[in-house]
Nanobody, 123 residues
Framework: QVQLVESGGGSVQSGGSLRLSCAVS????????MGWFRQAPGKLREGVAS?????SYGDSVKGRFTISRDNAKNTLYLQMSSLEPEDTAMYYC???????????????????WGQGTQVTVSS
């Protein structure tokens, strides 16, 4: 059974940093495209970052967020810096069933999802 469990969310002031983690079980994340998405109340789910052998970022987070993974721990990370109130959302970890992301941040192409972790940024 594939499980993705996010952690590391919380409340932070504008300009602060957080690191999200996604522990993967029942699935070899190193052999699949992985990604982070977010959804704020009343808004569509937004692609934040994806990783295969390269990384891709949504325009709103470029230069501030960094996606990475530890294959030995089967864990995905999202380092978030210079956080802004607009970054407030539920953040989700997701996995595709193929190796390549091809730069995709389309949530419809990701098959497995975690339950999410809340990030709240106050001004």
């Amino acid at each position: 059974q594939v499980q993705l469990v996010e952690s590391g969310g919380g409340s932070v002031q504008s300009g602060g940093s957080l690191r999200l983690s996604c522990a993967v079980s029942g699935y070899d994340s190193s052999r699949h495209c992985m990604g982070w998405f977010r959804q704020a109340p009343g808004k569509l789910r937004e692609g934040v970052a994806s990783i295969d052998w390269r990384v891709s970022y949504g325009d709103s987070v470029k230069g501030r967020f960094t996606i990475s993974r530890d294959n030995a721990k089967n864990t995905l990370y999202l380092q978030m810096s210079s956080l802004e109130p607009e970054d407030t959302a539920m953040y989700y970890c997701a996995a595709r069933t193929v190796l390549y992301c091809a730069g995709s941040l389309d949530s419809g192409t990701f098959a497995y999802w975690g339950q999410g972790t809340q990030v709240t940024v106050s001004s």
